[in-house]
């Protein structure tokens, strides 16, 4: 069982940089893929990143690429989503998923544990 717990959500200016954090409990955090998610009001869930277990491989949503990136620190138990360029569109609630097997999915089915979100607004 792992609990993931998202943090770092506010608001934040057009153009304006942010980062959020997610932090698992349990000792076997680097045996997990991890991935970010978001869903804006009104929207379904999308795919935002997605990070292999030792920090190897990452993959990104069209609409993110080059402004996020993705990362983790295993001894912390943690994983980043670096927000640059920020656009009122980037506007949601941000949810950060762990899923066991060692490929990188966009499909939220693959993830087997989610966070509660944390909001994420960009001001225009």
């Known amino acids: 069982q792992v609990q993931l717990v998202e943090s770092g959500g506010g608001l934040v200016q057009t153009g304006g940089s942010h980062r959020l954090s997610c932090v698992a409990s349990g000792r076997t955090f680097s045996s997990y893929s991890m991935g970010w998610f978001r869903q804006g009001l009104g929207k379904v869930r999308e795919f935002v990143a997605a990070i292999g277990r030792n920090n190897a491989a990452t993959y990104y949503a069209e609409v993110v690429k080059g402004r996020f990136t993705i990362s983790r620190d295993n001894a912390k138990n943690t994983v980043y989503l670096q927000m640059n360029s920020l656009k009122p569109e980037d506007t949601a609630v941000y949810y950060c998923?762990?899923?066991?097997?060692?490929?990188?999915?966009?499909?939220?089915?693959?993830?087997?544990?989610w966070g509660q979100g944390t909001q994420v607004t960009v001001s225009s």
């Open positions: 998923a762990a899923d066991r097997t060692i490929a990188l999915h966009t499909q939220e089915m693959a993830y087997d544990y």
